[in-house]
């Protein structure tokens, strides 16, 4: 499903494709997400116009609305939204633990040894784990529900997207070691679970299941998920965890030294353009994040030279596009000033618009990524961009 086409030989940077049973994806890439089926104010001819190469929808969303038994009766999550290019899955782990601790305590833990089951009540939310699998109350109305890695396989199976995710069990990256090393062992055996299920439910292997990596930033450990991992029969790996600048020559490099080099590696929930960048140095294939689109809602976008706030008072009068020689359908047809006019005035087609600038800006900063590193010069392409980036 993965060939490698260019390296860079100064780092670990690589263009490649991932082959889909909806089209290929050219890497690196950024991934668009909608996690409701929808990629938030923007449409599927947009997503379409702005060169994305997929969508990612979130699993733990879908389950509980409409609910996967609608989306397959669709035909899949791609004709439910109308979409006909690749899409991915998450596996909901994430979303489980960060809303079942969404009011600031923790998402009970297994106490090693000790108990079988912690709850914990954070006002109203709670989430339950075991060896098996996590019981949830929806964020939506208070219901309980479970999540276990077979479940989760037969809720992507259902969505029908072209690569899905592993349960994993996602950690704070403030948890302490004990715990990520805990955590880490339990995402490692719910990895096996996934992958037997996946293989009943999919023998001819229409969709790619994604192992993912986690042990927070503790060097031993992420080394140790990668290798263990790395030995599973998984189509590609997923980067779990809550990643900063810093981390990507660190947590995000020390696993990519070890997973298969002939597997993709998506670098989950990862989108501001340094980050992106700092990534493909350390041979990150693709990345997605709802930052984009959630920073267009608010007024901040994307340029070559940082972020611009379209709220600041100098953009009241100023006629130019967001950004000169940017293609996205707002710069070319829009100015700063109208933008400025619209999120003062709140109207809604301004976080559209700068929405569409933000996921073209970053899908284009993939395209550019790759063509340096066909001409092997992603480090001086790297360089520049991070020097204009943070003038």
């Known amino acids: 499903m993965f060939e490698i086409e260019n390296k860079s030989t100064q780092c670990k940077a690589r263009a490649g494709v991932i082959h889909t049973p909806h089209g290929d994806i050219k890497t690196p890439a950024f991934i668009p997400v909608g996690t409701k089926a929808t990629v938030k104010g923007v449409s599927m001819p947009q997503i379409h116009d702005m060169q994305a ?45 960060s809303l079942g601790a969404a009011f600031g305590n923790k998402v009970s833990k297994v106490a090693s040894g000790e108990v079988d089951v912690v709850p914990v009540d954070n006002k109203n939310k709670m989430a339950f784990i075991d060896e098996e699998g996590v019981d949830f ?25 072209d690569i899905i995710f592993a349960f994993d069990e996602c950690t704070s990256p403030l948890e302490n070691k004990e715990y990520q090393k805990e955590a880490m062992d339990r995402t490692h055996r719910w990895a ?31 080394k140790e998920s990668a290798k263990v991992l790395g030995e599973m029969d998984f189509d590609g790996y997923g980067v779990g965890g ?73 953009y009241k009068e100023d006629f130019r596009p967001i950004e000169d020689g940017c293609d996205c359908y707002a710069c070319q047809n829009y100015t700063r000033s109208y933008l400025a006019h619209l999120h003062r005035s709140k109207e809604m087609l301004g976080g559209i618009l700068c929405s569409i600038h933000n996921l073209r800006f970053l899908i284009r900063l993939c395209e550019d990524a790759r063509q340096a590193i066909v001409r092997d010069e992603f480090q001086v392409f790297k360089n520049n961009f991070i020097k204009n980036y943070e003038s």
């Open 53 to 97: 190469q997929a969508v990612l929808c979130n699993t733990y969303h879908l389950y509980l609305e409409p609910g996967d038994n609608i989306v397959e009766k669709a035909g899949g999550v791609g004709k439910f939204m109308g979409y006909t290019g690749p899409t991915f899955t998450d596996s909901g782990g994430f979303q489980v633990f």
């Open 192 to 222: 096996k679970r996934c992958i037997d299920r996946h293989k009943e439910l999919d023998p001819d292997n229409r969709q790619f299941l994604f192992g993912v990596v986690q042990g927070g930033r503790f060097e031993d450990l992420r």
């Open 242 to 314: 809550s990643f900063n600048k810093d981390d990507m020559a660190t947590a995000v490099g020390w696993v990519n030294e070890i997973l298969p080099e002939d597997k993709p590696r998506h670098l989950l929930g990862i989108g501001e353009p340094l980050d992106i960048v700092l990534g493909v140095e350390q041979g990150c294939d693709t990345f997605d994040c709802v930052t984009p689109t959630r920073n267009g809602r608010n007024g901040s976008l994307y340029t070559k030279t940082g972020k611009m706030n379209i709220f600041n008072a100098e």
């Open 137 to 161: 109350k929806s964020h939506k109305d208070g219901s309980m529900h479970r999540f276990t890695p077979e479940s989760s396989m037969e809720t992507q199976w259902k969505l029908g997207a």
